[in-house]
């Protein structure tokens, strides 16, 4: 039951260079709390304080580390403890951090890994980004069928401390074809005479692929409810497997990339506060710069009504409030239906049924908005003793306006990631601002054209 | 290695009524892929072909399946199946949902359950929604330290069918106390006669409680790569027990929140295809009314400049496109920096060091933009053949209001996440409307600030 480092207590140990206190201390501390305690040092001290543990905890921290800590300690420590740190962690947290290294430096390091250990990284490593193959391990343990639980009990305590997780086994034929999956619950809730074969069914397995998608693995684990899945080549033989806690590390990728992507920026490799500054304005500036292309299309389309605005004036002063009303109801429409079709809720066979919703809201929401529209326009001018049957119908034009224009977000926000999709396109890119771009230009026509119509004679 | 239900011929086989078959065809699915069949299907077949299922497969396909399916079994089946299903699904499945059905329906259900389940399910009800009460599992299984390996394993034999996973078994005291986990991995790598205080460490136990926000579990599953934590009350006497594939669920949960926040909208509590569309307006008319409340801010400084828009038209037909590159960069950055924070890879100290990466992004940001404002002004004039100093002005007013109001809308959506991080607040309320809104504002003020220095004795 650990909590929160006592970071005063061994700052000042560590100032004491009271080495055997703190050797005491981390006994007790789980490798990710050690593992947070040193990326939290200056770079100086990171090493020194991991030279204090022991062999087998030293291998599991570094695993936790984050990338910058790692990277710190391959250059500090000596090639003898960086071979054995390599050569001992699990191949997954190996492979996802030579990916991160320069090229050079990743060459350097494969050469101080055994042959076995080189030829399983080099392996790993030729699968692509984001796929299945970056996420496998391959130390797993595999069974035969006519095994009994006796002897697969006794195969586990000799060949099981490798294998990244003993909460699966697999059954595979005498050429390593995957027959069957064995939960450590059957294993142990099964009589140990009992054979393998009469527990095993064949049918059932779920298989992932190495060059899958890490999304695929999501989606496969959250069907599932399942701790571990097995990776297959293409002629089913077993190559490996993936866990269930790299999982939550996709989801969040995931997640952070659906976030940017719906904000209307590239989708960062890095973390926002490492990625440097030149990359950062190139992720944002090409949307940006799109959208402002786009949004041109307001400057032409005001001009298009350049007599209207001449002669009324005071039209001009309503329009940020129109159309940024128009691109809120955009992007709370985006939101919603980008984010039921990301998880199955609709399809785009739903299509009408979410237009019929969004008419609804839409008149709904605008009403609401038009009134209060209204109400302001009037308001302000009984205040400055300035009411007139004009600012009546100026009202009336802003508050007819907006109904139309909350309407058409709602619409343009709801219809366009169904379009997407429909067009095989991903419904998340950059929607929100899209459509709110498309609404503005949208919201000037339809704001001079209900001012056309009511103002004519009187204003216009 | 199940793949899509093949709908035809299932459709075919439940027109035909050819039960048998459809009998022998199931008993290859998983529970799962039944689930997904039985909720594709119109209401009145749903209770028909559950009825095929053998009893042990159809509560766990009943644990499957999505809530309106689950609600419409409940009053089709007959009383004794659904006071079976109730009986022997899970106890945190039932838990979610009873929570979803009507209090008074949910009542009735309650009195079908055997006394034990009763009060377990109670005791679950009683804990506040989104804790981690409410996925627990009391189903789990506790030895003593004194044992040796083979007693447990005996033990699970016995006694293990019912526990939720058996992929860890926890170790307490006479009295209940939690005093270690035995992990199946040190199960079955551990020789028979080895005891199990011998393997079980006593200080690195992770714990939850009951009341505990599901959010804190989540956190703990991803800091810890577990499979399952236990559950403790105030005196750290074991309760229950969280799996992580439930974490999966809460991951999912928490995202569509986030992004709902974010898009201006208040969190769904149901999938937005069956929130009734009352509902629906009411989640997005608050946000949507309080944004036109603000952006009427926007009508008042138009009011303020209205002498310069009466001596200048033209100035007013570059307001959308100006105002909302500020919005579009704002959001931008209040994406980049909500999600940077939601992962801790900033905190509130860092504030400098964002400010200063995001006035570098603005100026380079906002000068891209201007370059091509002052160009698409300037073209326009000359492809119109109104090539006058006046419009070259009017360029350049442009160009460097866009570097303003990028720079603010960069500084705004980045500042503004940290400052209600700083206040307590959640930084992902709403943020990137109301970041577009506060930009809007402030976007005309610069724009007319930057006229009337520019253009005064021009134009103005």
Known sequence: MIGTPLLPEIRELIERRNFSALQRIFNDWLPVDLAELISDLPENEQAILFRLLPKDVATET???????????????????????????????????????????????????????????AKTLLAYAEDSVGRLMSPDYLSVKKDWNINQVLEYIRTYGHESETLNVIYVVDDHGKLKGELMARELLLSSPDSKVRDIVSEDKIITLTATQDQTDALEAFKRYDTVALPVVDSNGYLIGLVTVDDMLDVAEEEETEDIQKFGGIEALEEPYIDLPIPQLIKKRAVWLVVLFIGEMLTASAMAFFQDELAKAIVLATFIPLIISS??????????LIIRSLALGEISIRDWWNVMRREIISGFALGGMLGIIGVLRVVLWAMIFGQLTLQWIFIGITVGISLVGIVLFGTLAGSMLPLLLKHWGLDPATSSAPFVATLVDVTGIVIYFSVASLLLSGILL
Chains 1, 2 share one sequence.
């Open 326 to 335: 128009g691109g809120n109801s955009g992007s709370q429409a985006a939101t």
């Open 62 to 120: 570094f695993e936790y580390l984050d990338l910058d800590a790692q990277e710190n300690l391959l250059t500090a420590l000596t090639q003898k403890d960086v071979t054995h740190i390599l050569n001992s962690m699990s191949a997954d947290d190996r492979t996802a951090l030579l990916e991160e290294l320069p090229g050079t430096v990743a060459q350097e390091l494969l050469k101080l890994l055994s042959f076995k250990e080189f030829k399983i």
